[in-house]
Every structure is written in structure tokens, then in C-alpha cells.
């Protein structure tokens, strides 16, 4: 089946880190994709990574891919107010343009 | 800035009127897609454009209809809006060939159906 899925809540204090996780279920996806989304707006590309890569820094960001669990996570250090938003893991399976989103997860982050 | 560009941002119509919901890019890309995104949910795929070839979903109900005059535009006409097709509406894109073909989204049309 073609099922990615997320936890749908996660509370963190302002300075923490925050990793939220991602599993997925297409051993053939080629990329992997983490998206923003706040509220009323749409989705803007954070980061993505190649699955050949076990892991992609991009300044704040870190995501770690195990391929042979199929499990994706994004870390997002010192975590600021404005990080509060729903985060969506996306695969592509190879030779396809179609995403399978995950179910998405609600980071709110506490003053 | 190359951007993808949805209006109206807010479109509200009345039970059975049809309703015209419009995407633009400036990225110059080949492939667009239309999803729709009901609350707290993940965007749903209802169609793409790969260039003027058309991609129905196999479970995208009929009422919904695409039009791609040209690149830069393409079209999502809901025939008869129900009160379940009240959602997000989102407009993407994406380059094929590039290597990660990574699609970039629209703000979104919030559809509200009375």
C-alpha cells in the first residue's frame, strides 16, 4: 500500500528541538520531501533529501532518512514561535510526479 | 520572484453554481496539479497536467473538471459545488526531468460552498 504516516501532534518549548517523524511505506520512492504549512496558506518546501542520503543539514533543519525502515524525521533546532505550523513528510516513487503526503503533524511551540 | 499565483484567495459560492477557481505560474514548468484539501487533512491529488496531457485520479468525482489554455495557466471547474466540495483548493507545480522534481505550491483558494 502507498501509506506515509505521522504522528498529528507535537508540543515543544520555544528553544528546544523539535523532531518530528515520518513513516513510509514505497521502498521505490526516489526523494523525500518535508512541508510548512501554516494556518490559511500553502504548502512551502522546507527541505528534501535523496534516498541514497542518510542524512541533509540545511541551517536549523536536519532530516535523518533510514531507508531500510522507511522512517523519515525532521529536526528543527531552536525551535521559534514561528515554527508553529503543520509539517507534512511527501514521497515520490520513482518514474511517477505523484506525492503521497503524510497525514501531517501539528508542531505548536509554547512561549 | 517566480511564483505560483491562485486567485481568488477566497471564493464563495452557492450549492449547484459552478465555479471557476484559477492557478498562473511564472516558473515556466510543464507539469501542474490541482489538490484538494479538506481540514487538518493531507492535500488529495484530483488531477495533473504533464505539458496539455491530461491525469484524472481514479477516484476524482466528475463535477470536477481542469483546463490548461497554455503553460502558465490552468483552470479547476467545480460543475455543481456541493456542500463536501467546501476546502482548500491548492495549485502546484513541478519541472519533469529535473532531478528532484520538486513541486511548488500556490497559497491556496479557500472554496466555501453555502
Known amino acids: 500500500g502507498e501509506d506515509v504516516e505521522q504522528s498529528l501532534f507535537l508540543s515543544v518549548r520555544e528553544g528546544d528541538s523539535s523532531v518530528i517523524n515520518c513513516t513510509y511505506t514505497?521502498?521505490?520512492?526516489?526523494?523525500l520531501y518535508w512541508y510548512k504549512q501554516e494556518p490559511g496558506a500553502g504548502l512551502q518546501l522546507l527541505t528534501y533529501?535523496?534516498?541514497?542520503?542518510d542524512m541533509k543539514q540545511d541551517q536549523r533543519l536536519t532530516v535523518l532518512l533510514n531507508k531500510k525502515d522507511k522512517h523519515l524525521s525532521l529536526r528543527i533546532a531552536d525551535t521559534q514561535t514561528g515554527d508553529s505550523a503543520i509539517y507534512f513528510c511527501a514521497e515520490r516513487g520513482s518514474g511517477t510526479y505523484k506525492y503521497i503526503f503524510g497525514t501531517g503533524t501539528r508542531l505548536k511551540v509554547l512561549a | 520572484d517566480a511564483m505560483v499565483i491562485q486567485n481568488p484567495r477566497y471564493q464563495v459560492t452557492q450549492f449547484g453554481k459552478p465555479v471557476t477557481l484559477s492557478c498562473s505560474q511564472t516558473l515556466n514548468h510543464n507539469v501542474m496539479y490541482w489538490y484538494q484539501q479538506k481540514s487538518s487533512q493531507a492535500p488529495k491529488l484530483l488531477f495533473h497536467?504533464?505539458?496539455?496531457?491530461?491525469?484524472n485520479e481514479a477516484d476524482t468525482p466528475d463535477n470536477f473538471q481542469s483546463r490548461r489554455p497554455n503553460t502558465s495557466f490552468c483552470f479547476l471547474d467545480i460543475r455543481s459545488p456541493g456542500l463536501g466540495d467546501a476546502a482548500m483548493y491548492l495549485c502546484?507545480?513541478?519541472?519533469?526531468?529535473?532531478?528532484?522534481?520538486?513541486?511548488?505550491f500556490g497559497p491556496g483558494t479557500r472554496l466555501l460552498v453555502l
Open positions: 502546484a507545480t513541478s519541472r519533469a526531468g529535473d532531478s528532484t522534481e520538486t513541486q511548488y
Open positions: 514505497d521502498s521505490s520512492s526516489t526523494y
Open positions: 497536467y504533464y505539458d496539455k496531457d491530461f491525469n
Open positions: 533529501i535523496f534516498s541514497n542520503m
